[in-house]
Protein backbone atom coordinates (compact mmCIF):
# COMPACT_ATOMS: atom_id res chain seq x y z
CA UNK A 1 0.00 0.00 0.00
CA UNK A 2 1.32 3.78 -1.07
CA UNK A 3 -1.66 5.66 -0.46
CA UNK A 4 -1.87 7.72 2.31
CA UNK A 5 -5.60 8.20 3.81
CA UNK A 6 -6.52 11.29 5.62
CA UNK A 7 -9.96 10.84 6.62
CA UNK A 8 -11.79 14.12 7.24
CA UNK A 9 -8.64 15.57 7.48
CA UNK A 10 -8.44 14.26 11.26
CA UNK A 11 -5.94 11.28 11.48
CA UNK A 12 -3.31 9.69 8.64
CA UNK A 13 -4.64 6.85 8.84
CA UNK A 14 -2.08 4.53 7.00
CA UNK A 15 1.55 3.88 7.50
CA UNK A 16 3.89 4.64 5.54
CA UNK A 17 5.72 1.65 3.79
CA UNK A 18 8.99 0.25 5.11
CA UNK A 19 11.71 -1.37 2.99
CA UNK A 20 11.83 -3.99 5.07
CA UNK A 21 8.24 -4.37 6.07
CA UNK A 22 8.16 -7.50 3.22
CA UNK A 23 10.25 -9.32 5.57
CA UNK A 24 9.01 -10.99 8.67
CA UNK A 25 12.25 -11.39 10.22
CA UNK A 26 13.16 -8.07 9.95
CA UNK A 27 9.90 -6.88 11.27
CA UNK A 28 10.71 -8.76 14.37
CA UNK A 29 13.70 -8.11 15.08
CA UNK A 30 14.06 -4.71 17.46
CA UNK A 31 13.88 -1.17 15.58
CA UNK A 32 16.86 -0.13 16.87
CA UNK A 33 20.33 -2.55 17.88
CA UNK A 34 23.63 -1.07 18.35
CA UNK A 35 26.12 -3.29 19.25
CA UNK A 36 29.88 -2.60 20.15
CA UNK A 37 29.45 0.80 18.66
CA UNK A 38 32.61 2.95 18.43
CA UNK A 39 33.41 6.53 17.20
CA UNK A 40 36.52 7.70 16.28
CA UNK A 41 36.51 11.75 15.71
CA UNK A 42 40.18 12.09 14.06
CA UNK A 43 42.68 10.54 17.20
CA UNK A 44 39.32 11.87 19.66
CA UNK A 45 37.86 8.50 20.86
CA UNK A 46 34.25 9.96 20.88
CA UNK A 47 32.12 6.75 21.49
CA UNK A 48 33.51 3.31 23.12
CA UNK A 49 31.54 -0.05 23.04
CA UNK A 50 28.07 1.36 23.08
CA UNK A 51 25.61 -1.17 22.60
CA UNK A 52 21.94 -0.88 23.32
CA UNK A 53 18.32 -1.66 22.00
CA UNK A 54 15.18 0.38 21.08
CA UNK A 55 12.32 -1.93 20.69
CA UNK A 56 8.79 -0.65 18.86
CA UNK A 57 7.37 2.09 20.96
CA UNK A 58 9.57 3.13 23.61
CA UNK A 59 10.41 6.08 24.57
CA UNK A 60 13.88 6.50 25.20
CA UNK A 61 16.45 9.42 26.80
CA UNK A 62 19.66 9.68 26.86
CA UNK A 63 21.89 12.15 29.18
CA UNK A 64 24.98 12.75 29.64
CA UNK A 65 27.29 15.91 30.69
CA UNK A 66 27.95 18.07 27.71
CA UNK A 67 30.67 16.14 24.74
CA UNK A 68 29.92 12.83 25.76
CA UNK A 69 28.86 11.88 22.63
CA UNK A 70 24.89 11.84 22.51
CA UNK A 71 24.61 13.98 19.78
CA UNK A 72 27.13 12.41 17.40
CA UNK A 73 25.52 8.47 18.55
CA UNK A 74 22.11 10.09 17.35
CA UNK A 75 23.91 11.08 13.92
CA UNK A 76 25.22 7.77 13.57
CA UNK A 77 21.36 6.24 14.48
CA UNK A 78 20.29 8.32 11.96
CA UNK A 79 22.61 7.45 8.73
CA UNK A 80 24.75 10.67 8.73
CA UNK A 81 28.00 9.41 10.38
CA UNK A 82 29.12 5.95 10.36
CA UNK A 83 30.96 4.05 13.12
CA UNK A 84 34.36 3.28 12.68
CA UNK A 85 33.24 -0.27 14.82
CA UNK A 86 30.69 -2.27 15.44
CA UNK A 87 26.88 -2.31 14.09
CA UNK A 88 24.04 -0.24 13.80
CA UNK A 89 20.80 -2.61 13.21
CA UNK A 90 17.55 -0.95 11.87
CA UNK A 91 15.17 -3.64 11.90
CA UNK A 92 17.55 -6.11 11.41
CA UNK A 93 19.38 -4.16 8.37
CA UNK A 94 22.75 -2.39 9.06
CA UNK A 95 21.69 1.10 9.07
CA UNK A 96 22.73 3.73 5.83
CA UNK A 97 22.99 0.27 3.51
CA UNK A 98 18.77 1.13 2.25
CA UNK A 99 17.24 4.24 2.38
CA UNK A 100 14.44 3.47 4.19
CA UNK A 101 11.78 5.54 5.93
CA UNK A 102 12.45 3.89 9.32
CA UNK A 103 13.54 7.27 11.26
CA UNK A 104 13.33 11.22 11.31
CA UNK A 105 15.40 13.79 12.78
CA UNK A 106 14.53 16.71 15.34
CA UNK A 107 16.98 19.27 15.58
CA UNK A 108 17.99 21.84 18.88
CA UNK A 109 17.94 24.74 16.21
CA UNK A 110 15.29 23.50 14.19
CA UNK A 111 17.01 23.42 11.31
CA UNK A 112 13.88 24.98 8.97
CA UNK A 113 15.08 25.72 5.34
CA UNK A 114 14.54 29.82 5.63
CA UNK A 115 13.79 30.51 2.07
CA UNK A 116 10.82 28.00 2.29
CA UNK A 117 7.58 28.37 3.77
CA UNK A 118 6.18 26.87 6.68
CA UNK A 119 3.99 24.40 4.73
CA UNK A 120 7.00 23.50 2.04
CA UNK A 121 9.56 23.14 5.42
CA UNK A 122 6.88 20.39 6.84
CA UNK A 123 6.64 19.18 3.24
CA UNK A 124 10.44 18.48 2.91
CA UNK A 125 10.74 15.02 3.96
CA UNK A 126 8.21 14.11 2.11
CA UNK A 127 9.17 15.42 -1.40
CA UNK A 128 12.41 13.43 -0.36
CA UNK A 129 10.95 10.41 0.66
CA UNK A 130 7.68 10.25 -0.69
CA UNK A 131 8.43 10.07 -4.61
CA UNK A 132 5.40 7.41 -4.97
CA UNK A 133 2.79 10.18 -3.46
CA UNK A 134 1.45 12.72 -5.62
CA UNK A 135 2.14 16.58 -5.17
CA UNK A 136 -1.74 16.79 -3.53
CA UNK A 137 -1.44 14.05 -1.58
CA UNK A 138 2.36 15.30 0.10
CA UNK A 139 0.53 18.64 0.30
CA UNK A 140 -2.28 17.04 2.37
CA UNK A 141 -0.29 15.01 4.56
CA UNK A 142 2.05 18.28 5.45
CA UNK A 143 -1.50 20.36 5.96
CA UNK A 144 -2.82 17.48 8.85
CA UNK A 145 0.38 17.41 10.80
CA UNK A 146 0.95 21.17 10.94
CA UNK A 147 -3.05 21.77 11.81
CA UNK A 148 -1.84 18.55 14.40
CA UNK A 149 1.07 20.81 16.09
CA UNK A 150 -1.96 24.19 16.04
CA UNK A 151 -0.06 26.36 13.29
CA UNK A 152 -2.32 25.72 10.08
CA UNK A 153 -2.97 29.43 9.88
CA UNK A 154 1.17 30.23 9.61
CA UNK A 155 1.58 27.86 6.37
CA UNK A 156 2.48 30.51 4.53
CA UNK A 157 4.68 32.36 6.54
CA UNK A 158 8.63 32.23 6.60
CA UNK A 159 10.18 30.71 9.56
CA UNK A 160 11.98 33.99 10.80
CA UNK A 161 8.47 35.48 10.63
CA UNK A 162 8.01 32.46 13.86
CA UNK A 163 9.01 32.48 17.48
CA UNK A 164 11.19 29.98 18.96
CA UNK A 165 8.38 27.61 19.82
CA UNK A 166 6.09 27.97 16.74
CA UNK A 167 9.59 26.85 14.73
CA UNK A 168 10.24 23.90 16.38
CA UNK A 169 6.75 23.05 16.09
CA UNK A 170 7.36 23.20 12.28
CA UNK A 171 10.11 20.86 13.12
CA UNK A 172 8.23 18.18 14.48
CA UNK A 173 5.73 18.25 12.09
CA UNK A 174 8.16 17.93 9.55
CA UNK A 175 9.59 14.80 11.04
CA UNK A 176 5.62 13.04 12.33
CA UNK A 177 5.08 13.98 8.53
CA UNK A 178 7.04 11.06 7.17
CA UNK A 179 5.24 8.93 9.70
CA UNK A 180 9.08 7.16 10.55
CA UNK A 181 8.90 4.08 13.08
CA UNK A 182 11.34 6.33 15.05
CA UNK A 183 12.02 10.22 16.00
CA UNK A 184 15.22 11.31 16.36
CA UNK A 185 15.26 13.80 18.72
CA UNK A 186 18.36 16.16 19.42
CA UNK A 187 17.62 18.44 22.40
CA UNK A 188 14.64 19.75 20.67
CA UNK A 189 13.65 22.16 23.37
CA UNK A 190 17.05 23.04 24.54
CA UNK A 191 17.08 26.35 22.56
CA UNK A 192 13.22 27.66 23.87
CA UNK A 193 12.03 29.19 26.76
CA UNK A 194 10.35 27.22 30.05
CA UNK A 195 7.09 27.58 29.11
CA UNK A 196 7.40 27.13 25.22
CA UNK A 197 9.60 23.76 26.22
CA UNK A 198 6.57 22.46 28.73
CA UNK A 199 4.15 23.36 25.90
CA UNK A 200 6.08 20.89 23.28
CA UNK A 201 6.64 18.52 25.90
CA UNK A 202 2.74 18.09 26.28
CA UNK A 203 2.24 18.11 22.61
CA UNK A 204 4.87 15.57 21.58
CA UNK A 205 3.98 13.15 24.45
CA UNK A 206 0.25 13.56 23.19
CA UNK A 207 1.84 12.96 19.11
CA UNK A 208 3.58 9.97 20.31
CA UNK A 209 1.20 8.51 22.23
CA UNK A 210 -1.25 8.98 19.46
CA UNK A 211 1.22 8.18 16.35
CA UNK A 212 2.70 5.32 18.50
CA UNK A 213 6.10 6.14 17.85
CA UNK A 214 9.07 5.07 19.06
CA UNK A 215 11.56 7.84 20.05
CA UNK A 216 15.33 8.59 21.17
CA UNK A 217 15.19 11.65 22.71
CA UNK A 218 19.11 13.60 23.87
CA UNK A 219 18.68 15.85 26.64
CA UNK A 220 20.95 17.34 29.38
CA UNK A 221 17.48 18.29 31.02
CA UNK A 222 16.95 15.51 33.66
CA UNK A 223 13.52 16.53 34.72
CA UNK A 224 12.72 16.13 30.86
CA UNK A 225 13.92 13.26 30.60
CA UNK A 226 12.02 11.72 33.50
CA UNK A 227 8.77 13.35 32.63
CA UNK A 228 8.92 11.97 28.83
CA UNK A 229 10.84 8.93 29.45
CA UNK A 230 10.07 5.35 29.56
CA UNK A 231 13.64 4.28 29.46
CA UNK A 232 17.05 6.43 29.98
CA UNK A 233 20.25 5.59 29.30
CA UNK A 234 23.18 7.36 31.51
CA UNK A 235 26.12 8.14 29.12
CA UNK A 236 29.46 8.99 30.85
CA UNK A 237 31.58 10.71 28.79
CA UNK A 238 35.81 10.89 27.10
CA UNK A 239 34.85 8.60 25.88
CA UNK A 240 31.25 8.12 25.86
CA UNK A 241 29.81 4.78 27.19
CA UNK A 242 26.79 3.58 28.11
CA UNK A 243 26.97 3.49 32.24
CA UNK A 244 23.41 2.77 33.31
CA UNK A 245 20.11 2.01 31.72
CA UNK A 246 17.56 3.03 34.00
CA UNK A 247 14.01 1.72 32.69
CA UNK A 248 11.17 3.73 33.96
CA UNK A 249 8.47 2.42 32.27
CA UNK A 250 7.07 -0.17 35.07
CA UNK A 251 7.47 2.27 38.06
CA UNK A 252 5.18 4.82 35.92
CA UNK A 253 2.01 2.52 35.69
CA UNK A 254 1.58 3.67 39.07
CA UNK A 255 1.11 7.32 38.32
CA UNK A 256 0.61 8.57 41.59
CA UNK A 257 3.37 6.19 43.62
CA UNK A 258 5.63 7.11 40.89
CA UNK A 259 5.11 11.32 40.63
CA UNK A 260 5.63 11.45 44.66
CA UNK A 261 8.01 8.76 45.20
CA UNK A 262 10.37 7.56 42.51
CA UNK A 263 10.96 10.16 40.03
CA UNK A 264 12.11 12.10 43.40
CA UNK A 265 14.50 9.29 43.91
CA UNK A 266 15.38 9.00 40.34
CA UNK A 267 16.48 12.14 39.68
CA UNK A 268 18.73 12.92 42.52
CA UNK A 269 20.37 9.29 41.68
CA UNK A 270 21.02 10.91 38.15
CA UNK A 271 22.03 14.20 39.15
CA UNK A 272 24.61 12.74 41.71
CA UNK A 273 26.04 10.95 38.02
CA UNK A 274 25.80 13.74 36.19
CA UNK A 275 27.47 16.55 38.68
CA UNK A 276 30.50 14.38 38.87
CA UNK A 277 30.61 14.19 35.18
CA UNK A 278 30.21 17.73 34.92
CA UNK A 279 32.74 18.47 37.34
CA UNK A 280 35.51 16.10 35.85
CA UNK A 281 34.92 17.44 32.75
CA UNK A 282 35.39 21.15 34.29
CA UNK A 283 38.71 19.59 35.45
CA UNK A 284 39.98 18.20 32.01
CA UNK A 285 39.58 21.89 30.42
CA UNK A 286 41.44 23.38 32.69
CA UNK A 287 44.27 20.95 32.73
CA UNK A 288 44.08 21.30 29.14
CA UNK A 289 44.83 24.60 29.60
CA UNK B 1 -2.31 34.99 6.21
CA UNK B 2 0.87 37.67 5.43
CA UNK B 3 0.28 38.96 9.04
CA UNK B 4 3.58 38.50 11.19
CA UNK B 5 2.70 36.55 13.75
CA UNK B 6 5.77 37.13 16.86
CA UNK B 7 7.72 39.76 17.87
CA UNK B 8 10.85 39.06 15.53
CA UNK B 9 10.11 42.24 13.28
CA UNK B 10 12.60 44.33 11.96
CA UNK B 11 13.15 47.22 14.27
CA UNK B 12 14.36 50.50 13.10
CA UNK B 13 17.98 51.13 15.68
CA UNK B 14 16.74 54.43 16.48
CA UNK B 15 13.35 52.70 17.99
CA UNK B 16 15.52 50.47 20.12
CA UNK B 17 17.79 53.54 21.10
CA UNK B 18 15.42 55.81 22.12
CA UNK B 19 12.28 54.52 23.92
CA UNK B 20 9.46 56.32 22.97
CA UNK B 21 6.08 57.01 24.73
CA UNK B 22 4.07 58.80 22.16
CA UNK B 23 1.72 56.62 19.79
CA UNK B 24 3.93 56.13 16.67
CA UNK B 25 3.08 58.56 14.26
CA UNK B 26 1.26 57.07 11.10
CA UNK B 27 1.07 59.87 8.51
CA UNK B 28 2.11 59.64 5.18
CA UNK B 29 5.17 61.63 5.50
CA UNK B 30 6.16 59.66 7.62
CA UNK B 31 5.68 56.41 6.08
CA UNK B 32 7.52 57.56 3.07
CA UNK B 33 10.40 59.03 4.56
CA UNK B 34 12.80 56.84 3.62
CA UNK B 35 12.17 57.72 0.21
CA UNK B 36 11.13 61.42 1.10
CA UNK B 37 14.37 62.25 2.95
CA UNK B 38 17.04 61.34 -0.28
CA UNK B 39 15.46 63.34 -2.50
CA UNK B 40 14.98 66.17 0.15
CA UNK B 41 19.13 65.94 0.14
CA UNK B 42 19.60 65.95 -3.24
CA UNK B 43 17.01 68.93 -4.29
CA UNK B 44 18.91 70.82 -1.01
CA UNK B 45 22.00 70.24 -2.99
CA UNK B 46 21.00 70.91 -6.35
CA UNK B 47 19.21 74.40 -5.14
CA UNK B 48 22.36 75.16 -3.14
CA UNK B 49 24.63 74.60 -6.36
CA UNK B 50 22.42 76.46 -8.52
CA UNK B 51 22.24 79.39 -6.19
CA UNK B 52 26.00 79.48 -5.50
CA UNK B 53 26.84 78.72 -9.51
CA UNK B 54 24.45 81.73 -10.72
CA UNK B 55 25.72 84.25 -8.09
CA UNK B 56 29.56 83.66 -7.32
CA UNK B 57 29.89 83.82 -11.58
CA UNK B 58 32.78 81.38 -11.20
CA UNK B 59 34.45 80.57 -14.61
CA UNK B 60 32.51 78.58 -16.79
CA UNK B 61 35.58 76.66 -18.06
CA UNK B 62 35.98 75.46 -14.83
CA UNK B 63 32.66 74.99 -12.77
CA UNK B 64 28.77 74.69 -13.96
CA UNK B 65 25.70 74.24 -12.55
CA UNK B 66 22.55 72.60 -12.35
CA UNK B 67 20.44 74.56 -14.97
CA UNK B 68 23.75 74.92 -17.32
CA UNK B 69 24.70 70.78 -17.11
CA UNK B 70 20.89 70.46 -18.30
CA UNK B 71 21.44 72.59 -21.14
CA UNK B 72 24.55 70.26 -21.67
CA UNK B 73 22.67 67.18 -21.01
CA UNK B 74 20.44 68.76 -23.74
CA UNK B 75 23.47 69.10 -26.84
CA UNK B 76 24.42 65.85 -25.67
CA UNK B 77 20.93 63.89 -25.79
CA UNK B 78 20.38 65.65 -29.33
CA UNK B 79 24.14 64.50 -30.66
CA UNK B 80 26.01 61.74 -29.88
CA UNK B 81 24.29 60.33 -26.79
CA UNK B 82 22.47 57.51 -27.73
CA UNK B 83 24.87 55.61 -29.90
CA UNK B 84 27.40 56.22 -27.37
CA UNK B 85 25.15 54.93 -24.65
CA UNK B 86 24.45 52.06 -27.12
CA UNK B 87 28.62 51.08 -27.32
CA UNK B 88 29.16 51.89 -23.35
CA UNK B 89 25.68 49.32 -22.57
CA UNK B 90 26.76 46.64 -25.42
CA UNK B 91 30.34 46.88 -23.70
CA UNK B 92 28.77 46.80 -20.50
CA UNK B 93 26.12 43.85 -20.87
CA UNK B 94 28.36 41.76 -22.54
CA UNK B 95 31.17 42.33 -20.28
CA UNK B 96 28.68 41.38 -16.56
CA UNK B 97 27.80 38.18 -18.91
CA UNK B 98 30.59 36.50 -19.37
CA UNK B 99 31.81 37.64 -15.99
CA UNK B 100 29.03 35.56 -14.72
CA UNK B 101 29.61 33.01 -16.55
CA UNK B 102 32.70 32.58 -15.47
CA UNK B 103 32.33 33.39 -11.85
CA UNK B 104 29.15 31.16 -11.03
CA UNK B 105 30.01 28.16 -11.82
CA UNK B 106 34.09 28.56 -10.82
CA UNK B 107 32.24 30.04 -7.21
CA UNK B 108 30.18 27.46 -6.67
CA UNK B 109 32.82 25.03 -7.40
CA UNK B 110 35.60 26.83 -5.09
CA UNK B 111 32.66 26.89 -2.66
CA UNK B 112 32.32 22.95 -2.68
CA UNK B 113 35.64 21.79 -2.95
CA UNK B 114 37.95 22.35 -0.38
CA UNK B 115 40.94 21.30 -2.45
CA UNK B 116 40.25 23.50 -5.26
CA UNK B 117 39.63 26.34 -2.46
CA UNK B 118 43.07 25.55 -1.33
CA UNK B 119 44.35 26.10 -4.75
CA UNK B 120 42.50 28.92 -5.96
CA UNK B 121 41.58 31.19 -3.02
CA UNK B 122 44.92 33.13 -2.87
CA UNK B 123 45.16 33.82 -7.00
CA UNK B 124 41.54 34.84 -6.67
CA UNK B 125 42.09 36.76 -3.71
CA UNK B 126 44.95 38.54 -5.21
CA UNK B 127 43.71 38.93 -8.70
CA UNK B 128 40.20 41.09 -6.64
CA UNK B 129 42.35 43.19 -4.21
CA UNK B 130 45.06 44.55 -6.99
CA UNK B 131 43.97 47.31 -9.04
CA UNK B 132 43.58 45.14 -11.94
CA UNK B 133 42.62 48.55 -14.17
CA UNK B 134 46.50 48.64 -14.61
CA UNK B 135 46.30 45.97 -16.51
CA UNK B 136 43.93 48.24 -18.78
CA UNK B 137 46.42 49.72 -21.10
CA UNK B 138 47.79 45.93 -21.97
CA UNK B 139 44.14 44.77 -22.68
CA UNK B 140 43.42 47.61 -25.27
CA UNK B 141 47.15 46.63 -27.27
CA UNK B 142 45.96 42.87 -27.00
CA UNK B 143 42.16 43.87 -28.08
CA UNK B 144 42.30 46.82 -29.92
CA UNK B 145 40.71 50.16 -29.83
CA UNK B 146 37.09 48.54 -30.08
CA UNK B 147 34.39 47.17 -27.42
CA UNK B 148 36.54 44.11 -26.84
CA UNK B 149 39.16 45.72 -24.92
CA UNK B 150 36.13 47.31 -22.96
CA UNK B 151 34.75 43.82 -22.76
CA UNK B 152 37.78 42.22 -21.43
CA UNK B 153 38.38 45.41 -18.45
CA UNK B 154 35.21 44.63 -17.49
CA UNK B 155 35.39 40.57 -17.28
CA UNK B 156 38.96 41.18 -15.17
CA UNK B 157 37.23 43.51 -12.69
CA UNK B 158 33.65 42.29 -12.17
CA UNK B 159 34.61 38.64 -12.20
CA UNK B 160 36.14 38.56 -8.97
CA UNK B 161 33.72 40.29 -6.66
CA UNK B 162 31.08 37.74 -7.42
CA UNK B 163 33.78 34.81 -7.35
CA UNK B 164 34.63 35.54 -3.68
CA UNK B 165 31.23 36.05 -2.95
CA UNK B 166 29.76 33.10 -4.10
CA UNK B 167 32.48 30.91 -2.53
CA UNK B 168 31.94 32.43 0.56
CA UNK B 169 28.28 31.88 -0.15
CA UNK B 170 28.57 28.25 -0.19
CA UNK B 171 30.96 28.03 2.11
CA UNK B 172 29.35 29.66 4.93
CA UNK B 173 26.05 27.58 3.99
CA UNK B 174 24.54 26.28 7.55
CA UNK B 175 25.65 22.93 8.08
CA UNK B 176 22.79 22.34 9.74
CA UNK B 177 20.51 22.76 7.36
CA UNK B 178 22.64 20.50 5.09
CA UNK B 179 22.36 17.83 7.78
CA UNK B 180 18.80 18.54 8.01
CA UNK B 181 18.65 17.94 4.21
CA UNK B 182 20.76 14.43 4.35
CA UNK B 183 18.84 13.04 7.29
CA UNK B 184 15.54 13.36 5.05
CA UNK B 185 17.39 11.95 2.33
CA UNK B 186 18.09 14.36 -0.41
CA UNK B 187 19.83 13.65 -2.96
CA UNK B 188 23.16 15.37 -4.45
CA UNK B 189 21.12 17.54 -6.97
CA UNK B 190 18.22 18.04 -4.34
CA UNK B 191 20.89 19.26 -1.69
CA UNK B 192 21.69 22.05 -4.29
CA UNK B 193 18.55 22.95 -5.62
CA UNK B 194 16.92 23.39 -2.18
CA UNK B 195 20.04 24.11 -0.04
CA UNK B 196 23.16 25.39 -1.61
CA UNK B 197 21.48 27.56 -4.54
CA UNK B 198 19.33 29.62 -1.99
CA UNK B 199 21.27 29.89 0.49
CA UNK B 200 24.02 31.87 -2.05
CA UNK B 201 21.41 34.13 -3.58
CA UNK B 202 21.74 36.81 -0.91
CA UNK B 203 25.73 36.53 -0.61
CA UNK B 204 25.43 36.28 -5.20
CA UNK B 205 23.29 40.03 -5.18
CA UNK B 206 25.83 41.36 -3.25
CA UNK B 207 29.00 40.11 -5.56
CA UNK B 208 26.49 41.59 -8.22
CA UNK B 209 26.81 45.00 -7.19
CA UNK B 210 29.93 45.00 -6.05
CA UNK B 211 30.64 43.72 -9.57
CA UNK B 212 28.17 46.26 -11.40
CA UNK B 213 30.02 49.16 -9.76
CA UNK B 214 33.26 48.05 -10.94
CA UNK B 215 32.12 46.98 -14.86
CA UNK B 216 31.00 50.69 -14.94
CA UNK B 217 34.50 51.96 -13.60
CA UNK B 218 35.91 49.55 -16.56
CA UNK B 219 33.56 50.70 -19.07
CA UNK B 220 34.87 54.32 -18.66
CA UNK B 221 38.57 53.76 -17.74
CA UNK B 222 38.78 52.17 -20.68
CA UNK B 223 36.91 54.52 -22.96
CA UNK B 224 39.04 56.99 -21.20
CA UNK B 225 41.97 54.79 -22.21
CA UNK B 226 41.70 54.50 -25.89
CA UNK B 227 38.57 54.37 -27.74
CA UNK B 228 36.62 55.82 -30.41
CA UNK B 229 33.09 56.40 -29.14
CA UNK B 230 31.24 55.29 -25.65
CA UNK B 231 29.83 57.53 -22.86
CA UNK B 232 33.65 57.31 -21.28
CA UNK B 233 34.85 58.56 -24.23
CA UNK B 234 32.15 61.33 -24.92
CA UNK B 235 33.05 62.83 -21.05
CA UNK B 236 36.88 62.91 -21.54
CA UNK B 237 36.55 64.10 -25.35
CA UNK B 238 34.53 67.33 -23.38
CA UNK B 239 36.98 67.52 -20.59
CA UNK B 240 39.44 68.25 -22.99
CA UNK B 241 37.88 70.72 -24.42
CA UNK B 242 36.83 72.78 -21.31
CA UNK B 243 33.34 71.78 -22.19
CA UNK B 244 32.08 71.91 -18.71
CA UNK B 245 28.48 71.40 -18.76
CA UNK B 246 28.68 68.85 -21.34
CA UNK B 247 31.27 66.80 -19.73
CA UNK B 248 28.98 67.03 -16.23
CA UNK B 249 26.05 66.44 -18.21
CA UNK B 250 27.99 62.77 -19.10
CA UNK B 251 28.86 62.22 -15.72
CA UNK B 252 25.16 62.42 -14.51
CA UNK B 253 23.97 60.33 -16.95
CA UNK B 254 26.30 57.36 -15.11
CA UNK B 255 25.49 58.38 -12.19
CA UNK B 256 21.45 58.28 -13.09
CA UNK B 257 22.34 54.66 -14.95
CA UNK B 258 24.49 53.40 -11.60
CA UNK B 259 21.73 54.58 -9.20
CA UNK B 260 18.81 52.96 -11.23
CA UNK B 261 20.81 49.53 -11.27
CA UNK B 262 21.29 49.54 -7.97
CA UNK B 263 17.57 49.87 -7.10
CA UNK B 264 16.50 47.44 -9.67
CA UNK B 265 19.22 45.30 -7.72
CA UNK B 266 17.28 45.95 -4.70
CA UNK B 267 13.80 44.90 -6.32
CA UNK B 268 15.34 42.00 -7.70
CA UNK B 269 17.05 40.76 -4.43
CA UNK B 270 14.00 41.24 -2.52
CA UNK B 271 12.03 39.00 -5.24
CA UNK B 272 14.77 36.10 -5.31
CA UNK B 273 15.33 36.40 -1.42
CA UNK B 274 12.25 37.60 0.38
CA UNK B 275 13.90 36.00 3.47
CA UNK B 276 17.05 37.53 3.64
CA UNK B 277 16.44 41.17 4.38
CA UNK B 278 14.72 40.02 7.46
CA UNK B 279 17.10 37.44 8.53
CA UNK B 280 19.94 39.91 8.09
CA UNK B 281 18.02 42.23 10.15
CA UNK B 282 18.00 39.97 12.72
CA UNK B 283 21.52 39.25 13.03
Known amino acids: MTGVHLQNGSRAAAKMPVDTAADPAARSAPLIAVSNLTFWYGRTLVLENVSFEVPDGEFLSIIGAS ?13 ILRPTEGTVLVRGRAVGTVRDNSRAMVFQNFALFPWKTVLDNVRLGLDYRRRDLTRKQRMEIARHYLDRVGLAAAESLYPYQLSGGMQQRVGLARAFAVQPDML ?3 EPFGALDAQNAELLREDLHALVAEEHRSVIFVTHNLDEALQLSGRILLMSSSPGRIFEDIPLAAQKL ?7 EQQGQYRTRIWDFLKTEVASAQGRQVRQR | MKSKVSANQEMPLEAVMTPRHEPPC ?32 WNPLFFSYPSKIWGGFIDLADGPLLSDLRVSGTEFALGMALSILIAVPIGLAMGSLRNLYYAMDPLVTALYSTPVLVLAPM ?40 R ?27 GLRLAIGRAMIGVVVGEYIASTSGIGYQINSDAEVFATSRYLAGVAVILVFSVATMEILKVLERRLAPWGHASRAQE
Open chain 2, 26 to 57: ESWVSRKRAQILPLGTAVVILVLWEVLGRTMN
Open chain 2, 180 to 206: AARSFGATRWRIYRDVLFPAVVPFFVT
Open chain 1, 184 to 186: LMD
Open chain 1, 254 to 260: DVDHWIH
Open chain 2, 139 to 178: LVIWFGLGISSKVAIVVILSTFPMMINLTEGVRNTDRALL
Open chain 1, 67 to 79: GCGKSTLLQILDG
